[in-house]
């Protein structure tokens, strides 16, 4: 097994030829995997200097063959990326640099001002030194362009010579920050190595298939199922910038003859609603994670496409995936079964009759959390995962909802998802997000935040009964909005949603709160 990332990057030329084109983009030339190891290895030259190996060098940049390789150049010189998420705010990124000591940051002049950053990169500048790689390009040389004519051939003993074990840091990521403040993962190399094998092992596909990923680089579902497993297993990868693109992104698809798609719900959903029902005409698998998927995303993609959406789960501190259906063993509703090498335990919850708080351990969890410096490691390998989840006689996993996901109604545990499905079912293709708060009578409410205009809570009522659900879990308050907050994984954003439901219950009855022009608040 190669110790490194880069290591399996050497691996895979061997295997696959150096000629085989692997990285692709709507800009840049097809890269071979000749031309990428040449590309990273002159470009780690220039990275590396002023840093350590092991040093973390902060990473924000959009998906992109030029991503792709300052990426890999940190990997060849053992540098460690760590994966700034630029959709969080000023605030978030300038924490995960804290969090993380981040010195200096490598990014794009082009990015931040097509994404609109510059207030960012502005206050960013105050903190760390931001390396632009349009400077670092424009200063590579005659010596550079010599030493990426001879380097590769000597590519893997170079690499050796760093001394780089499948334990060290190979990236850190931070969690999507939905329910909370984001931690600082640390992932190794095993880590994401052996994640690669995981889902190579249960999935079948080939140099033949061309993966289209515009899941960000920020998010371990774009990381590893996006990038490295494509990357390092020798199929095609196309990188486009952003997943919110929902015209653009089916007629690449049709335009590249695509054959796997990655996506959350909320991405899938926006180009079922823009796509040509042939854009996906070669799409053989279309893996879907981060959020659950929805029964109406689930039928528009099998009635319009006729595809079926593999559902699948995982969490950043596992590489992240966990579980997964695929073409033979595959359940509506599941999220599929463990990978191979995943133990599982469920513990039970007190109020929570079905199902229990799901452990995990496995090559691919996670070296630790990064604090003050530190590496906290799960205690005996063992990675709370904070999802109730059940498993059935076959293996298949359903996810009843995350522990911080529950609210208690006079005693009662009542889960939000199933105040969420109910909501989905009273109003379907709207989006919406329950939140519980404080309540003096009851202990808590819930409270429904939806896209739905003229939203009455009987048709909740109605919802729930055609669905046999307890009227305990219909929401009381209900709070219209223009959008949902979204994170830039597609994921809501529970702490921006129970912002916005404390400032609606606390308005007067349809009074419109000056949060931001397009908010607007209705009591129910």
Not at 434 to 454: F, I, K, M, N, Q
Request: contains cysteine; aromatic residues 8%; hydrophobic residues 45%.
């Amino acid at each position: 097994n190669p110790p490194s990332l880069f290591a399996a990057l050497i691996d895979a030329r061997e295997a696959h030829g150096g000629g085989h084109r692997i990285i692709e983009d709507p800009v840049t030339a097809p890269l071979t995997y000749d031309r990428t190891i040449a590309a990273s290895l002159v470009l780690g030259r220039r990275l590396a200097r002023g840093t350590a190996r092991r040093d973390k060098v902060g990473f924000m940049l959009p998906n992109s063959a030029g991503a792709a390789l300052a990426f890999l150049a940190l990997q060849a010189t053992g540098r460690v990326p760590a994966m700034l998420n630029h959709t969080a705010g000023v605030d978030g990124v300038l924490s995960a640099c804290r969090t993380s000591g981040l010195r200096r940051v490598i990014t794009s002049r082009r990015f931040v001002e097509l994404a609109k950053l510059a207030a960012l990169a502005e206050r960013l500048a105050g903190e760390v030194e931001l390396i632009w790689l349009e400077d670092v390009r424009e200063k590579l040389g005659v010596i550079d362009k010599l030493y990426g004519g001879i380097a590769p051939r000597f590519a893997a003993p170079l690499h050796r010579r760093l001394g780089i074990s499948p334990s060290d840091p190979a990236a850190v990521l931070f969690t999507s920050g939905s329910e909370g403040a984001p931690k600082a993962v640390v992932l190794s190399h095993a880590n994401l190595l052996a994640n690669r094998r995981q889902i190579a092992a249960r999935v079948d596909f080939s140099p033949a298939d061309l993966a289209l990923n515009a899941l960000p680089m920020f998010h371990s579902f774009g990381l590893t199922g996006g990038f490295l497993l494509p990357l390092l297993s020798g199929v095609r990868v196309y990188l486009y910038p952003s997943p919110l693109h929902y015209r653009i992104v089916p007629e690449i698809a049709y335009a590249t003859g695509a054959t796997i798609l990655f996506g959350t719900d909320t991405f899938l959903a926006g180009y079922a609603r823009r796509a040509n029902p042939y854009d996906f005409y070669a799409l053989r698998y279309v893996f879907a994670g981060a959020e659950a998927v929805r029964e109406e995303t689930r039928e528009i993609w099998s009635e319009r496409f006729g595809k079926r959406i593999l559902e699948g789960y995982g969490v950043t501190e596992c590489s992240p995936a966990i579980a997964v259906n695929t073409p033979m063993h595959y359940r509506a509703g599941s999220v599929g079964r463990f990978l191979p090498m995943v133990e599982h335990r469920l513990e039970p919850v007190p109020g929570i009759g079905d199902g229990g708080r799901l452990m995990v351990r496995g090559p691919n969890v996670m070296a630790g959390y990064l604090r003050g410096g530190d590496i906290e490691e799960p205690p005996d390998g063992w990675y709370d995962t904070g999802d109730i989840v059940t498993v059935d006689d076959d293996g298949f996993v359903a996810i009843v909802g995350r522990v911080k996901r529950f609210a208690k109604l006079g005693g009662e545990m009542v889960s939000l998802a199933v105040a969420e499905r109910i909501a989905e079912t009273a109003a379907p293709e709207i989006r919406h997000a329950v939140v519980a708060l404080p309540d003096s009578r009851r202990g808590e409410r819930l409270v429904l935040v939806t896209e739905a205009r003229d939203f009455d809570r009987s048709r909740l009522l109605e919802a729930a009964h055609r669905l046999g659900m307890p009227e305990i879990a219909v929401p009381r308050d209900v709070i219209e909005i223009e959008h949902l907050p979204l994170l830039g994984s597609g994921k809501t954003d529970y702490a921006a949603v129970a912002q916005l439901a404390e400032q609606g219950i606390a308005a007067p009855a349809a009074e419109t709160l000056p949060v931001e022009p397009a908010l607007s608040f209705v009591r129910s």
